[in-house]
Every structure is written in C-alpha cells, then in structure tokens.
C-alpha cells in the first residue's frame, strides 16, 4: 500500500513539473530557444527520469505481490512502453537543432523520425490495454468494427491538416501514426465502460489513454502542419508536453489496475467456492 501511494505521488509530482515548465514558458522565463534552452531540455529529461524510476518501481511493487505471476505482463508491457516513448522523446527533443531534413515544407520533420519509437511504445500499451479488456465473442467484432470507424475518422482528420509537398517521408509517417495513435482514444473510452473494472481507476486510465489522442492531434495539427509547415513553435511545444506527461503518469499505473482487477476477481472466485461448500 506504501509503494502504491508514493508511486502515485510521484506521478502527481511530474505533472506538476510539466505544468511548471509551461508556466515558465508562457511567462518568458525560459524558452525552447535561445539561451536558456539546455535548461529546458535538462528539466525535461529530469522529469522523464523519474516518469521511467516510477514504472520500474511500480513494475517491481507488482513483481512484489502475491498475484504478481497473473499481472508481469502489464508490468513489464508498461516499462516497455516507456522506454520507446523516452526514446522518441530523444528525437523530438531535436538536440542538434536540424530542421526541413526531409523537404522543404515541414519545418519540424524530425517529429515524423519519432514514430519509430512512439509506435512501438504505444503499441505496448495497447496491448496492455486489450488484455485488460479481456473482450471475447461478438464483444471483439464490435470493437473491430469500432476500431475501422475510428481509423477512418483519424485519416480524415489527417487529410484536413495535410500540407501537399510534405514528402512521402513526412506523409507516410504522420498519416499511418495518426491513424494509429487515434486508437488510444478508442481504448479510454472502451475502459471507461467496461465495468467490470475499478470504477475510479480505470475513469482516471481511460483519461490518460484520451489524453494521448489529444495530445499527438496538437503535434500534427500546430507542430507539424501548423503555420504553413512552420509550426506554432515553442508555445505548442510547451502545451504539448503537459498533456503528453500527464498521459504518461497515469498510463504507467494500468499494472495496478489490473492487479486490482485480478484480485477482486480472486476474491469473487474465493467467496464463491465458500458459498458452494
């Protein structure tokens, strides 16, 4: 119980260090750009250090418990997911400052060489999430029916956005991740009603899976084709960053749902079998 409550103290603690960093962004204290920027970017990394130290630590809590063997997988899915997001995040920090790589309409096309990373990151999480689901039967044709809808209404979205000359680099890359990344929404809402779950928990896990829909529309809609390619930078980087890091907080805490879940289910299946003798 101890572990659990100061891993989600820390996680109220790196949304609060994001949303600092957009006060202080907002407020010209620092920026993205200029002097200031390795101050930025090394309060950044600080927080996604300690976003990666609170999926371990929750990763271990759970390896931990006496239900660790039916929930590892979420753990070790989690800390997975992590790790290619950090990754990305790497990318996206564009530490090298290089700009128009792929063509000459994207000013920030370094965003497209992150979905190497994000997509098998989420992806991850996905999975995750599909097993907390734990859909059968004609509840798996629905959500696949769900799933093409949503898919249709990502690239729609995209098209609408979509600058002509961006390369097929930048088109390829952007386009298939948004359609990808329109599912993490799909899954929130999906765990939003699934009641067989905790009810707070997984309204908090459906925000935070909501969020990174939301928060990857903002790249491609400001940050990438924004601005006639030239973005809205650095306030949208800013923005970006609280949601994103909120997203993450939250999602790294799934494994204890599902230990929560495999445990009332336990119980359920204790009482049960007393009820039977």
Request: glycine share 6%.
């Amino acid at each position: 119980m101890v572990a659990r409550w100061n891993t989600i103290n820390t996680s109220i603690l790196i949304i609060s260090l994001a949303m600092l960093d957009l006060l202080l962004t907002l407020l010209g204290v620092w920026s993205v750009e200029g002097e200031t920027r390795v101050w930025v970017l090394s309060f950044e990394a600080l927080t996604l250090t300690l976003l990666l130290s609170n999926s371990v630590i929750i990763r271990q809590s759970i390896y931990q418990h006496q239900y660790a063997h039916r929930c590892r997988l979420f753990a070790n899915m989690a800390v997975l997911s992590i790790l290619f997001c950090l990754a990305g995040d790497l990318v996206n920090f564009n530490l090298t400052q290089s700009y128009f790589q792929h063509g000459t309409v994207v000013k920030h096309d370094y965003l497209a060489d992150s979905v190497w990373f994000f997509m098998p990151g989420y992806m991850f999480l996905f999975l995750a999430c599909w097993r907390l689901l734990n859909y059968s039967g004609v509840q798996v044709i629905y959500f696949m029916l769900a799933v093409l809808l949503t898919a249709l209404l990502a690239l729609y979205s995209f098209l609408s956005m979509y600058l002509p000359g961006s390369g097929w680099y930048v088109t390829f890359l952007t386009g298939g991740y948004a359609v990808f990344i329109a599912q993490a929404a799909l899954l929130g809402f999906c765990l939003l009603i699934r009641s067989n779950l905790p009810k707070v928990p997984r309204f908090i896990l459906a925000f935070g899976m909501i969020l990174a829909t939301l928060a990857d529309a903002l790249i491609g809609q400001f940050w990438i084709f924004g601005n006639e390619g030239q973005g809205y930078y650095p306030q949208i980087r800013a923005i970006n960053w609280v949601l994103y890091i909120t997203s993450q907080a939250i999602v790294i805490h799934l494994p204890t749902i599902a230990l929560a879940q495999t445990h009332s289910s336990s119980r359920t299946c204790a009482a049960d079998a007393g009820f039977a003798k």
